[in-house]
């Protein structure tokens, strides 16, 4: 049932460590760590995205700055509380980690695959070039009854077909994840900067229950 459940939520992507370990939490005495990775788009830009790793599978005491690194795992969610709201916090749970001596940057080094349920009704909408958009939030069920809920953007052809989709309907998404940064204001005088993480979505398939 838990190998059933990790295969719908499948990510693998190779970057270069940006950051030092920073503890995250314990779970029965297993330390978990977070460390950013930057990843090439085919763009120029790069992403900037979260990993979470177990103590066991390196040494988080190294400074891996500048150490290309190979990750797969799932992309999970959770809620932290602050203040008075609770925030979607995402990062790449990792369960297998190495050390590739090179890569080839044109090659995708940042690909996922989810399988799971639309959580709200898509919000489809035109940029001021006429570009479409799809945001898309889906819940990927995990073992023991728990769910991670992760945003996706839909673009084109697929955002059209996204729009019509409603709660609840079964769909399976292949994309990248990409970081994207804004602007939150706090009050009247102040502004915050945020990074979010999404999927953008290459290809979309919705499946008849």
Not at 149 to 164: D, Q, S, T
């Amino acid at each position: 049932m838990v190998d059933k459940v990790i295969e719908n939520n499948k990510v693998t992507i190779i970057g270069e460590v940006v950051s030092e370990f920073e503890f995250s939490h314990e779970v029965y005495g297993e330390g978990f760590y977070t460390v950013n990775i930057s990843v090439s788009r085919l763009s120029n830009s790069v992403d900037v995205i979260p990993l979470m790793v177990s103590e066991r599978l390196v040494d988080v005491t190294e400074d891996l700055r500048g150490t290309i690194i190979e990750a797969s795992g799932q992309f999970r969610s959770y809620n932290r509380h602050e203040e008075t709201k609770n925030r979607l916090v995402l990062s790449i749970f990792v369960r297998e980690l190495e050390f590739p001596d090179s890569y080839d940057e044109e090659v995708s080094t940042n690909q996922i695959f989810l399988d799971g349920y639309i959580c709200k009704p898509p919000i489809y909408r035109k940029t001021p070039l006429g570009r479409e958009i799809a945001d898309i939030l889906i819940a990927v069920n995990r073992p023991y009854g728990k769910s991670d809920y992760i945003p996706c953007i839909a673009w084109g052809r697929n955002a059209r077909y996204a729009a019509g989709f409603e709660i609840g309907g079964h769909i399976q998404v292949y994309g990248r994840i990409q970081s994207r940064e804004y602007t939150k204001r706090i009050n009247e005088e102040e502004c915050e900067k945020r990074v979010a993480y999404e999927v953008s979505v290459s290809k979309i398939e919705f499946l008849d229950e």
